[in-house]
């Protein structure tokens, strides 16, 4: 189990229960086919903050919209950062999550590239069990389903200038999730963006904000255009970056897997436990720049023998196809990313032995 150091005194949270909130039989029969990030629970978590109070004023509250100021920061300025991580039903009914710790420490490092405040760990993870406590039944029970908890953070204070906000809110909520995949994970065609960039050297591209998404929105329209179903991006000196919300992994015929890293791409967690389960098996992991040309002529030589995309929502997703202006690469097809995928969902909802102390109880 994941141990939390802690130091601070517990933040005491006021619930306010929700009058309107869904039956048991609406519940389930929500649950019986939630989807993905369309459907959420009846309620939320508010922390705010202040230069002068600090963190203050804990609360569980109904879920609804949040009434903000016209010249709220965010609006104008985009100050704002979240994350993404999953709860899991277990056999016995105990309801857990993965590494929050590093969730945690993510939110902390977005929240310093962003100039908001650091949530201190014990509060982030604090967060998470005061909203399974009044929300936990919204939990699924089914194969590969989940709750998805988004903690996000942003400037609310009012005023038209460009600084750090004095004042921002912390928010959780929380959204039922069903399978990433319909009928089995299957490879994705992903479209080579050359025209537009995700991030720059010294940009925001290792932090966990909206604008970085936001800016893959077009490109992942273009991708679509084509017949792709996701984004690959470069950065400036030709070197893969990352899929719009995914990491990259390459998998070699001598057994090494390497993967892309720079300071404009995000740190994985998932991709990081991929990749420790790897060296578990006695793969050599590399972390380094990976140039298209090395990938491309990688798969031709048949030095790549894998290549695939992992994150939080769907875990991992082989990539079956590289399309861009002027061609169109068949990557080739390995087993080494299932095997991986199965190994670590396996040890997410229970069914597997945790060797590294990643779950940690919610539901306790």
């Not at 710790?101 to 908001?116: E, G, K, T």
């Not at 399974?132 to 194969?143: C, Q, Y």
């Not at 390459?250 to 436990?273: A, W």
């Amino acid at each position: 189990m994941t141990s939390i150091e802690t130091e601070l005194a517990p933040l005491e949270f006021s619930v306010t229960k929700n009058l309107a909130a869904r039956s048991a039989a609406q519940r389930d029969e929500i649950l019986q086919n939630p989807g993905f990030g369309s459907t959420f629970t009846d309620h939320m978590v508010d922390i705010c903050w202040s230069a002068r109070g600090g963190w203050h004023r804990p609360r569980v509250q109904p879920y609804g919209p949040i009434a903000l100021d016209p010249a709220a920061a965010v609006l104008h300025y985009g100050q704002e950062i979240f994350e993404g991580i999953k709860a899991y039903r277990h056999a016995d009914g105990s309801i857990h999550t993965f590494r929050p710790d590093q969730n945690a420490a993510r939110l902390q490092r977005s929240a310093r590239r962003m100039a908001l405040p650091e949530l201190p760990a014990e509060y982030f993870i604090q967060s998470l069990r005061e909203l399974i406590a009044v929300d936990g039944a919204w939990t699924p029970s089914g194969e590969d389903q989940s709750l998805y908890l988004r903690p996000f953070m942003f400037a609310k204070e009012a005023f038209l200038g460009v600084r750090p906000a004095q004042k921002v809110a912390y928010y959780v909520i929380a959204s039922p999730a069903g399978s990433y995949f319909s009928g089995g994970v299957k490879p994705v065609r992903i479209w080579l963006s050359e025209t537009y960039a995700r991030a720059g050297r010294g940009g925001t591209g290792a932090a966990k904000t909206g604008g970085n998404y936001a800016s893959s929105l077009l490109p992942q329209a273009e991708a679509a255009e084509k017949g792709c179903d996701q984004v690959v991006f470069l950065d400036q000196d030709g070197n893969v970056e990352e899929l719009g919300g995914m990491n990259v992994v390459f998998v070699y015929k001598d057994g090494r897997i390497v993967t892309p890293q720079s300071d404009s791409i995000l740190e994985g967690i998932t991709r990081n436990s991929l990749l420790q389960l790897a060296e578990d098996r006695g793969h050599t992991v590399e972390r380094r720049a990976v140039s298209l040309n090395e990938w491309r002529d990688g798969v031709a030589s048949g030095d790549i023998v894998e290549v695939f995309a992992c994150g939080t929502a769907a875990v991992v997703t082989p990539i079956g196809t590289l399309v861009a202006e002027g061609f169109e690469d068949e990557q080739p097809r390995g087993d080494l990313a299932l095997s991986l995928r199965e190994e670590l969902t396996d040890i997410q909802y229970g069914r597997r032995e945790d060797k590294h102390g990643w779950l940690y109880r919610l539901d306790a």
